[in-house]
């Protein structure tokens, strides 16, 4: 079984060649590489947020396995769901770390096999082609997340980082988000910069904390909320902002525009 492409030809290029050469042109050469255990990385369409993607896999080290932890947009499957199935692109397949995921599995309850929420979300399948070109033969454990509780957070952040430690994987945890939707870029820089600001403290509590209290509408915070507790335990020490950008930078309307963080946890 292969999860085929949903969002080909729409959010990226649909065939191999010109796939190619959108990434050439979104992914600089960066020879200096961060040797990172985890990274914020956008998933609206690459005309807009590509070239803020294409400077977190240009930064990263590759890794054999990226743990790529997403919102649920569709509100379809389980709440924690994980996918075991290989996924299509149109520069070929990319395999599930299965033997990594199982052991994730094993450990918690809430992480679930639920085809259903991968279906039609994209926020998984648009970081498929910067990782296929920066990474050829690494393999993925995609996992989204719909909702949870902060003690549910902390379980599934354990498992995972026991998990990568158990298997001895070489493992990079992607938090697939975009940040502010839908507001003037002052208000939007305003609020994405106090939800960076505790991304890049590594301070999971304090992101939860702040989108929440100031109503900053970035979707996938509890995924980055994960990953950020994934790194402490991983001994992550910092945090980088790589770069920052939003939706008006390609269209010209500033005054309603989504912001796009790529952010290094190292």
């Not at 975009?178 to 003037?184: G, I, V």
Request: glycine share 8%.
């Amino acid at each position: 079984m292969v999860r085929e492409a949903a969002v080909a030809g729409q959010f990226y290029a649909g065939d191999k060649g010109s796939l190619l050469k959108q990434l050439e042109a979104m992914i600089p050469d960066r020879p200096e590489k961060i040797d990172a255990v985890g990274a914020v990385a956008p998933h609206a369409g690459y005309i807009y947020s590509g070239a803020v993607a294409g400077e977190v896999y240009a930064k990263i080290k590759p890794k054999s396995t990226y743990i790529i932890l997403s919102p649920n947009h569709t509100g379809y499957g389980d709440r924690f769901a994980a996918l075991s199935e290989a996924w299509q692109t149109p520069l070929g397949v990319v395999d599930v770390d299965t033997d990594l995921l199982a052991a994730v599995m094993r450990n918690t309850d809430l992480v679930t096999e639920s085809p259903d929420a991968h279906i039609y979300e994209h926020s998984i399948e648009v970081q498929l082609p910067f990782i296929q070109r920066t990474s050829p033969e690494a393999r993925i454990v995609p996992i989204t997340v719909r909702d949870g509780h902060l003690p549910e957070l902390r379980e599934v952040a354990d498992t995972i980082a026991s998990a990568v430690k158990e298997t001895g994987r070489d493992a990079v945890i992607i938090a697939s988000s975009d940040m502010t939707h839908y507001e003037s870029r002052k208000a939007a820089k305003e609020k994405d910069k106090k939800a960076i600001q505790k991304i890049i403290d590594l301070d999971p509590e304090g992101l939860l904390s702040v989108v929440e209290g100031s109503n900053i509408s970035m979707c996938g915070y509890i995924p980055t909320a994960i990953m950020l507790m994934c790194a402490n335990k991983m001994n992550a020490k910092k945090g980088e902002l790589v770069k920052y950008a939003d939706s008006g930078d390609v269209t010209g309307d500033t005054v309603q525009v989504v912001g796009y963080a790529g952010i290094v946890v190292y």
